[in-house]
C-alpha cells in the first residue's frame, strides 16, 4: 500500500506495482550517477548527429524520382516506418520491463532482504 503525506506524492511500497520500478538514488554512488548522466548525453549527441546526416541525405536524394511500386494481389499493405518502428519498440520494451522484473525476483531469491 502506498503512503501519503498533505504535501507529498505517494511513496511506492515492496507491496505496490509502481515499486518494481523505483531506483533507491541514495544506495548508488554519486559517480555512477555522474556517469550515467555522461553516457545519456553521449548517446545523445550522436543521435542528432545522425538525424542531421540523415536529413542531409534525404534532401540530397529528395530530388530523384521515385518509382511507384506495383501491388500485389493478395499481400496485405505494408505498415509505415514510422508504424513498424514504434511497434518493435513496444515490443523492446515490454521484454526489457519483463527482463527487468525477472532480474529483481531473481535477486530477490538469491539475496534476501537483510533483517535489522
Not at 541514495?26 to 550515467?36: D, F, L, V
Amino acid at each position: 500500500m502506498a503512503t501519503t503525506t498533505a504535501n507529498a506524492k505517494a511513496t511506492p511500497t515492496p507491496e505496490t506495482p509502481e515499486a518494481a520500478h523505483v531506483t533507491d538514488a541514495t544506495q548508488i554512488p554519486e559517480p555512477a550517477h555522474k556517469i550515467r548522466e555522461q553516457v545519456l548525453s553521449s548517446v545523445k549527441q550522436g543521435q542528432q548527429l545522425s538525424i542531421d546526416a540523415a536529413q542531409g541525405w534525404a534532401k540530397a536524394v529528395s530530388a530523384l524520382p521515385v518509382p511507384d511500386l506495383p501491388k500485389i494481389p493478395g499481400l496485405p499493405a505494408v505498415p509505415s516506418i514510422e508504424t513498424a518502428t514504434r511497434f518493435s519498440f513496444d515490443i523492446a520494451t515490454e521484454l526489457l520491463n519483463n527482463q527487468r522484473d525477472f532480474a529483481l525476483q531473481l535477486t530477490h531469491v538469491l539475496a534476501p532482504a537483510k533483517t535489522s
